[in-house]
């Protein structure tokens, strides 16, 4: 697009930001309601489009992917927004659980499950919002849904970089802005996924054609004049922490230079979610045979999913160095991974990452025996280095690491461990936790204060974090702290439909094994194989179904959904 169509997308934004603003709740409502019934309407291809792209057969248990990180998302999301402004439009705040308080005073929300259909679909997953440490019971209302209590208030235009990988990202990010900073913006498709931009625009087209919403194409250079716009009021970007040093301080020498010295080159606001080294921290415990075959197609779906072009794929395999079963484990993650299918490397810039991760590990096992894009593995790494590579650089490849930590007991373990991924992983994105149910119970309450200091927006217990992702109650950001000159995983949430206005972290608990087996365990849930496993046989059929219960829920759905969901 040349300058002259961008400006008149602007304008077209400035001219209607005082009226999005304005606009009372009730019809607000409507515009999100719609946009959920387009996303239905669409959702097939959609999906068609994405598996294309990404050379993935429609009928392989992989398209599922783009079912739930697709379609399935973006409606979740705004139907979560729709019960927030239910519940202000008459004067509530936004549908909440029980709060409840640490021992430290600090306040956790639970946010799901909330309705009958949470506990029967996904049966035994439940997460909490924990609040940043100056949020108590006295003043919690002050710290909710305050965008919408407050009566004075400008309008103002967003710009949303897309990301590339996950596609129900950018039109996500589109909705946190109109939703959560009452903020019309225009959206630049990244070049990735660009064919998606006539299926958003149907998706969008009650926002765009009452001048809330504009799309546009481009490259660097439409992306540059859109950042450096005037009537551009705040940047967000979905990306990595190079594109956001070239926003904030330039590039080249005197963009360095700028961001040593801390002078900022943008006039307006920015908040950014970049990636991390995520680490999959396996705690020690009586794990079975059929345990660690389960937990290692856990452990290889974090690492495999989307092609490894997500921003919490799981990057750093932290094993105890005295559990007899950690070598059980790593070669059934070898097998698991090798078992799956190599995937297409979709994403630029995706064989130079892998030919440094192999250039700077001359000794890394290539886990595929045939192709030139094996998934990688590079073992043993020395948890005390400050200057490994992969404990610094998010490699956005199939590339997993793997190093042992020391603990006489699962409690020294894991406080070793805490230290190390605050201390040396680059990022504060995402991280995993995966316990046997009889190590948290051996651990009592030492588990979640342990968990309090580990330093990541989101955290998951025996699930991928992504699953914070997915659930848009949850917020979705890096840990609070950043500075723009050391920005990591980047600043400011996104999703967070219930409008905490101070959130630290999202953590999601699932259980450690699936349903039937579970019942051995004293697990109490009909959970079985995720759908999100990339070992599921019926991912494609589970989440298409989900897809179309989520935009209409009801009884007839069920039997279809637990019967390609039992088959997994």
């Not at 934004?13 to 304005?22: F, G, I, M, R």
């Amino acid at each position: 697009m040349n300058n002259s169509d961008l400006d008149k997308a602007i304008n077209i934004l400035n001219t209607n930001k005082d009226n999005w603003v304005n606009l009372p709740i009730s019809e607000k409502i409507p515009l999100f309601k719609s946009l959920s019934s387009k996303t239905s309407s669409v959702a097939k291809d959609w999906v068609d489009a994405a598996v294309k792209a990404k050379s993935i057969d429609v009928d392989s248990p992989l398209s599922g992917e783009e079912w739930t990180s697709g379609p399935w998302a973006l409606i979740y999301g705004a139907e979560s927004m729709v019960g927030t402004l239910t519940a202000l439009d008459k004067g509530k705040n936004p549908p909440i659980g029980k709060i409840r308080s640490r021992p430290d005073g600090q306040l956790v929300a639970n946010i799901f499950p909330y309705n009958i259909y949470h506990h029967l679909l996904l049966s035994g997953i439940r997460a909490e919002v924990w609040m940043q440490k100056n949020v108590n019971k006295d003043n919690f209302d002050d710290h909710i849904a305050q965008v919408y209590k407050s009566n004075s208030q400008n309008g103002n235009v967003s710009l949303v970089l897309g990301a590339g990988n996950v596609s129900s990202i950018p039109p996500l990010d589109v909705l946190d802005r109109l939703f959560a900073h009452l903020s019309v913006s225009i959206l630049k498709m990244h070049p990735v996924n660009d064919y998606l931009k006539d299926i958003f625009e149907k998706i969008f087209e009650d926002f765009i054609s009452a001048g809330f919403v504009q799309i546009v194409s481009g490259g660097a250079d439409v992306g540059k004049y859109l950042c450096n716009h005037e009537e551009i009021d705040h940047i967000h970007i979905t990306g990595g922490a190079k594109t956001y040093n070239s926003i904030v301080f330039g590039s080249g020498e005197e963009g360095e230079k700028r961001k040593n010295q801390g002078e900022i080159q943008i006039n307006k606001t920015i908040t950014a979610e970049l990636g991390c080294v995520t680490p999959i921290i396996v705690v020690p415990g009586p794990w079975s045979k059929a345990d660690i075959k389960y937990q290692a197609e856990n452990i290889a779906t974090q690492k495999l999913h989307n092609a490894s072009f997500n921003c919490i794929a799981g990057q750093v395999l932290v094993l105890p160095e005295s559990w007899n079963l950690s070598n059980d484990l790593l070669e059934e993650v070898k097998s698991t991974i090798s078992s799956t299918k190599l995937r297409e490397p979709y994403y630029p810039g995706a064989n130079d990452r892998h030919d440094a991760v192999k250039q700077t590990y001359g000794n890394c096992e290539q886990i595929d025996k045939n192709g030139s894009f094996s998934r990688l593995l590079v073992t043993d790494l020395d948890y005390k280095s400050s200057n490994e590579y992969l404990f610094n650089n998010e490699v956005f490849v199939g590339a997993l690491a793997q190093t042992f930590l020391p603990g006489e007991s699962p409690k020294d373990y894991l406080l070793n461990t805490i230290k190390f991924c605050n201390e040396k992983l680059w990022g504060t994105l995402g991280a995993n936790i995966i316990i046997h149910p009889k190590t948290i119970k051996q651990l009592g309450p030492d588990l979640e204060n342990i968990i309090s200091e580990l330093k990541y927006g989101s955290i998951g217990i025996n699930t991928w974090c992504a699953m914070a992702f997915l659930t848009a109650e949850c917020t979705w950001g890096a840990f609070p702290g950043h500075t723009a000159n050391d920005i990591q995983s980047g600043n400011g949430v996104v999703h967070n439909t219930r409008l905490f206005d101070k959130p630290e972290k999202t953590v999601v608990y699932a259980p450690f094994s699936p349903f039937p087996r579970n019942l051995l365990k004293g697990e109490i849930h009909m959970f079985p194989k995720p759908p999100w496993f990339v070992t599921n046989k019926q991912a494609h059929n589970v989440s298409r179904r989900f897809t179309y219960f989520q935009a209409k829920p009801g009884p007839f759905h069920l039997p279809g959904l637990f019967f390609d969901a039992m088959r997994g």
